[in-house]
């Protein structure tokens, strides 16, 4: 049970730095708050691998995060997480399997104390959707 707590802990602790970082403090369209939460379970399945965590972690945890940080009502984030599970699979939408994947990479970056570097790969997701957005 103290490694469950231990890994909720230490999710949140990201998520908080993340969001701080990043200077999240609210989301301006359902685009930007599905981007943070693809990018959040990037960091959340690199965080369960380094701690030896089970995919149903990952799932509670990202559900979780859905209701108190990205503000779904219970049922959007059973179905948000669910949608970010299937995009680990390339072949159902390769935008959001790369946000996951940057994601994986802003763990990382977090951990070494990267800021800028994490602060950068974000912006350049966002910055990459705006430009297809006005094309």
């Known amino acids: 049970m103290k490694r469950k707590a231990d890994f909720l802990k230490k999710a949140k602790e990201a998520s908080n730095d993340i969001s701080r970082i990043l200077r999240i403090t ?5 685009l930007a708050r599905q981007v943070y939460g693809a990018f ?3 960091v959340l399945n690199a965080l369960a691998y380094e701690m030896g965590k089970s995919p149903t972690d990952v799932q ?3 559900i979780e995060l ?7 009502e219970t049922n959007q ?5 669910q949608y970010v599970i ?6 159902n939408n390769p ?5 996951i994947h940057r994601g994986m990479e802003g763990y990382y970056q977090l951990k070494e ?3 800028a570097e994490l602060i950068t790969n974000y912006e350049d997701i966002i910055k990459a959707l705006k430009d297809v957005q006005t094309r």
């Open 26 to 30: 609210k989301f301006q369209d359902e």
């Open 86 to 91: 299937n995009c680990t699979d390339r072949e």
């Open 95 to 99: 935008t959001t399997y790369a946000i």
């Open 77 to 81: 984030a059973v179905e948000f997480c």
């Open 40 to 42: 959040m379970f990037g």
């Open 66 to 72: 859905s209701i108190h940080e990205l503000g779904y």
């Open 60 to 62: 509670g945890m990202m």
């Open 113 to 115: 104390k990267k800021e």
